[in-house]
C-alpha cells in the first residue's frame, strides 16, 4: 500500500518536474512546479513529517507560487520561441553535473542499504510540531535566529529598493486614489509630458513633498 | 483487511459529511436571496415548493441544463481546470473538523468520533489547502483569454496575498493559547466551564481580524472586488457558464461555509454547547447530537452575518482595501500576538 502511494507521488514528481524544463508557456512551467511541491509535500507525509509538509504546501505551493503566477500573468509573458539554443557550451557542464548527481544517487542507495526502516513501524514525534518547535527555540537556537535576522535584512532591502526616493522628480504629481495627472495640467512651467508619480496617501501630503503651499487655492482653480 | 475496513468506513464518512454540507450549503444559498429579499423590502424566491424549499434543486437543474459555452481563443485545459481546482480545495478543508463529541450508537458497544480525520497540523492543513483554492480563481482569469477575467483573477490573487498574512497571524493568539494545531484538541479545551470557556472571551481582537480576513479570503462583500459588477462584468468567471459557472458558485459558497467552521472552532467552542453537560452526560448519543446541532447552529449564525454584510455594505476601492490589509489589519494582529503572549505570561492557568 505505502510502496504504490510512494510510486504514485514520486511519478507526479518527476513528471512534473520534467514539465516543468519541457514546457514553452511560463505559466504551464509554473503550474508543474506547483505540482511538484505538492507531490513531495505528500511524501513528506509519508515520511512521517507532517508539519515540514503543511509549511511546504503554504509556503511553497501557496505563497511563492502564487506571486509566480501573478507576475507571469501581469506581464503576459508570452510563449518562448523554439530557437536555436544560444547557451550551446553548457551542454558538458550539465551532462557532468547529472553525472555526479546519478552517481550521488547510487552511492546514498548501495550505502543506507542497512539502515532502512519502515517508516510506519516506529512511531517517533520527532516530524511533530511540539518536538520541532522544542528544538528550534532550545538546541537550535542560533541559526533559528540567525536566518530570521537574514529574513529581516531581505525585508528591509526589499523596501529601500521599492521606494528610492532619489528615483522621482521633484515635481511630480500625484492625486490620491491612484489617478496620475499630467504636471502640465496643474503646472504651467512643467514640461508637457512629464507623468512620473511621488508617493502620497493624501492630496495635502502631495502638495507638501511637491513644495506647493497653496494647494487648496490651486484645485479651486480649475 | 483492517485497512480495508477502515478505508471504507472513512469513505462512508466523507461521503455523509459532504452531503449534509453540501445540502446546507445549498440553502444557504436559497437563505441568501431570501434574506436580502428582507433587506430590501421584496419577498425572494418563493414559488418553488412551499416557502421556495425546492429553489436549490431548480437553480441545479437550470445550470445542467444550460448550454455550455466555451470561449473560442481560450486555453482549454486550464479553463476545464479551474472550477475543479477551486471547487476540490473548498471541499477537502472539510475531513480536520470535529463536527461533534465521540458519540456511542445506541443498542451496541459501537463509539465513533464524529471528525474523519484528526491530526496534529490540522489548522495547518485547512490554512494549505486554503491558499491553494486561489488558483482556481487566478487561472480560471487568465485561461479565459478576456481582459475582466484577467484583471478579475489578478485582484483575486493580490488580494489573497494580502489578506492570507493577516488571517493567519490573527489565528497565532489561538494557537497559543491552546497549544496545540490539532483542530479536536482546540475544541476539548474548550469544554472547561462546563463548554464556555470559549477562545473569543480571551480573543476578541483576533477574532474580529479573523472574521474581516476571512470575509476578503473568499471574496465577499464588501471585498469582492475580483468579480466587482460595476468594473468587470462578472470578474474572473465572466466567460464561463452552465455547470462549470455552478461550481465556482459552489466553490465560494463552500468556502464561506469553511470559513465560519473555522470561527466557529476556534473562537466559539465548535460543538460545546454551554452548560449542556450539567444535564447530560458527555459520551451518550443525545449529548453527541445536540453538540453537533449546536455546532451547526453556530455556522449558520456566521452564515447569516454574512448574508447581512451583503445586504447592507458597499464595496471597497482597491487601493483602500490595500491600505487596509497591509497597515491596518496586519500590525494590529501583531499587536494582538504581544497582547495574548503578555496575558498567558500573567495568567497561565487560563
Redesign the interface.
Known amino acids: 500500500m505505502l510502496a504504490l502511494l510512494f510510486i504514485l507521488f514520486a511519478g507526479l514528481a518527476i513528471g512534473c518536474g520534467l514539465a516543468v524544463v519541457a514546457q514553452r508557456n511560463p505559466l504551464y512551467s509554473a503550474i508543474s512546479l506547483i505540482g511538484v511541491f505538492i507531490s513531495l509535500a505528500c511524501l513528506y507525509v509519508m515520511l512521517a513529517a507532517p508539519f515540514i509538509a503543511a509549511v511546504q504546501v503554504i509556503v511553497y505551493a501557496g505563497a511563492i507560487m502564487v506571486l509566480v503566477v501573478f507576475v507571469i500573468m501581469l506581464l503576459n509573458v508570452e510563449q518562448e520561441e523554439r530557437g536555436r539554443p544560444r547557451l550551446k557550451f553548457l551542454v558538458p557542464v550539465a551532462v557532468a553535473l547529472a553525472a555526479i548527481l546519478i552517481a550521488e544517487v547510487a552511492f546514498i542507495l548501495v550505502s543506507v542499504q542497512e539502515f532502512r526502516v519502515n517508516p510506519t513501524s516506529a512511531p517517533s514525534d520527532v516530524g511533530l510540531t511540539h518536538s520541532i518547535g522544542a528544538q528550534l527555540f532550545t538546541r537550535y537556537l542560533l541559526p533559528f535566529e540567525i536566518t530570521s535576522i537574514l529574513l529581516l535584512m531581505a525585508i528591509v532591502g526589499a523596501m529601500t529598493l521599492a521606494r528610492r526616493g532619489g528615483l522621482l522628480p521633484p515635481n511630480a504629481r500625484v492625486v490620491p486614489g491612484a489617478q496620475v495627472l499630467p504636471l502640465s495640467m496643474v503646472d504651467p512651467n512643467a514640461e508637457p509630458d512629464d507623468l512620473r508619480p511621488v508617493e502620497a496617501d493624501t492630496s495635502d501630503e502631495a502638495a507638501r513633498t511637491l513644495g506647493i503651499t497653496d494647494f487648496r487655492n490651486q484645485s479651486k482653480r480649475d | 483487511m483492517d ?1 480495508a475496513i477502515d478505508i471504507a468506513l472513512k469513505l462512508v464518512a466523507i461521503t455523509v459529511a459532504f452531503t449534509v454540507v453540501l445540502l446546507i450549503v445549498a440553502y444557504t444559498v436559497l437563505a441568501e436571496r431570501r434574506v436580502l429579499g428582507l433587506i430590501q423590502g421584496r419577498l425572494g424566491p418563493n414559488r418553488v415548493g412551499y416557502g421556495g424549499v425546492l429553489q436549490p434543486f431548480a437553480d441545479l437543474l437550470k445550470f445542467i441544463l444550460k448550454e455550455d459555452i466555451v470561449p473560442d481563443k481560450s486555453t482549454r485545459f ?1 479553463y476545464f481546470l479551474a472550477p475543479v481546482i477551486a471547487t476540490m480545495a473548498a471541499l477537502m478543508t472539510m475531513i480536520v473538523y470535529p463536527f461533534g463529541p465521540e458519540i456511542a450508537i445506541p443498542f451496541t458497544n459501537i463509539t465513533i468520533p464524529l471528525t474523519i480525520a484528526r ?3 490540522g489548522l ?2 485547512v ?6 483554492g ?2 482556481g480563481i ?2 480560471a ?2 485561461s479565459s483569454n478576456n481582459k475582466y477575467s ?1 484583471m478579475g ?2 485582484r483575486s ?2 488580494q ?2 494580502s489578506y ?1 498574512l493577516a488571517l493567519g497571524m490573527s489565528l497565532i493568539g489561538v494557537i497559543m493559547m491552546a497549544g ?2 490539532d483542530l479536536g484538541q482546540v475544541v476539548e479545551n474548550q469544554s472547561a466551564w462546563h463548554g464556555t470557556h470559549w477562545y473569543v472571551l480571551f480573543q476578541p481582537l483576533g477574532f474580529i481580524i479573523y472574521l474581516i480576513a476571512a470575509i476578503a479570503e473568499t471574496n465577499r462583500v464588501p471585498f469582492d472586488l475580483p468579480e466587482a459588477e460595476t468594473e468587470l462584468v462578472a470578474g474572473f468567471h465572466t466567460e464561463y457558464s452552465a455547470m462549470k459557472f455552478a461550481l465556482f458558485f459552489l466553490a465560494e459558497y463552500i468556502n464561506m461555509f469553511t470559513v465560519s467552521m473555522l470561527a466557529t472552532t476556534l473562537f466559539f467552542g465548535g460543538w460545546n454547547v454551554p452548560f449542556l453537560d450539567l444535564i447530560l452526560a458527555r459520551g451518550t448519543f443525545l449529548f453527541g447530537l445536540i453538540s453537533a446541532l449546536g455546532f451547526i447552529f453556530k455556522i449558520c449564525v456566521f452564515l447569516f452575518i454574512y448574508i447581512w454584510l451583503r445586504g447592507t455594505l458597499p464595496r471597497f ?3 483602500q482595501l490595500m ?1 487596509f490589509g497591509w497597515k491596518f489589519l496586519l500590525p494590529v494582529a501583531l499587536l494582538n500576538i504581544f497582547l495574548t503572549a503578555t496575558l498567558i505570561y500573567f495568567f497561565p492557568n487560563l
Request: no cysteine; proline share 0%; charged share 10%.
Open positions: 485497512t486550464i491530526f496534529d497540523i495547518l492543513y490554512l494549505g489547502i486554503t491558499s491553494i486561489v488558483y487566478m487561472l482569469g487568465w484577467l483573477g489578478l490573487s493580490a489573497m496575498i492570507e496545540t494545531l476601492r482597491f487601493d491600505n
